[in-house]
């Protein structure tokens, strides 16, 4: 075999001449297969790339070409390495190109492969990874469990509407979760002493300018009196965890684990006292009291174990795909030996019950407050 083409590049002739003469051989005679690697070692770096583009593009099955760019690999420039991975690329031998990443390997720290493998596309890496299928040698399932992690796998993101959701989901979750930034209580329990509630409402303040944001973080420290109204604002609560996908995607779970229309609940009927803490089915079982309780540290662990179970699982974007998924994940039992449904549900009736011993905290102490401030005032001046 013999690279006769390369008598016609120009940077060639005059090393060509030259090498020969030292050689003392014909010049016909230094192409071929016995003298090339003499030859191609007085070859500038950019001359010798360019041998190797040719050659490689010329002749892609001899292993010749592929021992002899390995052999001055280390004196290329990384430019170079990509541009001679593309010249093997464009000819469509992807198990060359394979086999050059494992003999790279061989050679160097698994690092060296990073720039070649960050500059392919991910149908390069499919079609590697498809001719190398039946590969069982440790080294070379070394170089298939490297490409398989610059392999960008389709994955499941959530919408625009649902990561929005989430969002304000977590703001709900913020004032029932310990932080030792409280002192290891939640912000709701660590608020309750006026001092305390300025601490908590600088907090805010610093967090967000934003007053939509303000106002959410706000209101889950609150709690409503049991003035014998109905808490109409419930309904303006994302409903946590199990309401998940309400309105987003065109199936919800119901209280019975079966397909319901996601439709708002418009009215409350009954009594209010009753109503604030009657489940309701078109929440997945939530009563208002427990809406505006908010989740707590377990739902905020399941929230992010089913989000990690989506991108882990669907391979692909798609709220209906997702909503069927956790459909499924809701009801099947966890760690604790329940359901996710009913971890929430019991913590959220928990922290409603929490709200409800503070509130009646409070209104046992306002009266006597108000009696301790009339007694401080001073009589007015007739």
């Not at 500059?119 to 498809?130: P, V």
């Not at 625009?160 to 709900?172: A, G, K, P, Q």
């Not at 499924?328 to 604790?336: A, D, I, M, R, S």
């Amino acid at each position: 075999m013999t690279l006769d083409f390369l008598k016609d590049e120009p940077y060639v002739q005059g090393t060509l001449s030259a090498f020969a003469k030292d050689k003392k051989i014909a010049e016909s005679e230094v192409l071929q297969e016995p003298h090339i690697r003499d030859f191609l070692g007085v070859l500038s770096l950019p001359d010798r790339f360019r041998f190797f583009s040719r050659a490689i593009k010329a002749f892609p099955e001899q292993p010749l070409f592929l021992t002899l760019l390995l052999s001055h690999f280390s004196a290329i420039s990384i430019g170079d390495r990509l541009r001679a991975f593309d010249a093997i690329k464009d000819t469509g031998n992807y198990s060359l190109f394979f086999t050059l990443l494992v003999q790279i390997r061989k050679q160097f720290d698994a690092s060296a492969l990073h720039p070649v493998l960050e500059s392919l596309k991910k149908e390069d890496i499919s079609k590697i990874l498809e001719a190398v299928s039946q590969v069982e040698k440790p080294e070379e399932l070394e170089v298939k469990e490297i490409l398989k992690r610059f392999h960008p796998k389709p994955r499941w993101i959530p919408s625009t509407d649902l990561l929005s959701r989430i969002l304000r989901m977590r703001s709900e979750f913020w004032a029932n979760l310990p932080s030792e930034q409280w002192g290891g209580e939640s912000p709701f329990i660590y608020a309750q002493t006026p001092e305390r509630r300025k601490e908590v409402l600088k907090w805010i303040y610093e967090h967000t300018s934003d007053p939509v944001w303000v106002r959410q973080y706000l209101s889950v420290l609150e709690y409503p009196e049991d003035s014998g109204r109905r808490w109409i604002e419930a309904l303006d609560c994302t409903g946590g965890l199990l309401n998940l996908f309400r309105g987003i995607a065109s199936l919800a779970i119901s209280e019975e684990g079966e397909k319901k229309p996601s439709d708002r609940t418009d009215e409350p009927s009954g009594e209010s006292g009753d109503w604030n803490h009657t489940p309701l089915k078109e929440w997945n079982g939530l009563s208002p009291a427990m809406l505006l309780a908010g989740g707590g540290p377990v739902e905020n662990q399941l929230l992010m174990e089913f989000l990690h179970k989506a991108e882990q699982e669907l391979k692909e974007p798609g709220d209906e795909k997702a909503a069927e998924l956790f459909r499924t994940w809701v009801e099947t039992l966890g760690k604790g030996g329940k359901p996710p449904r009913q971890m929430i549900l019991e913590e959220r009736q928990k922290l409603v019950l929490l709200r409800e011993q503070f509130r009646k905290e409070k209104e046992a102490f306002l009266p006597f407050h108000r009696e301790k401030r009339k007694k401080k005032e001073k009589p007015r001046r007739r």
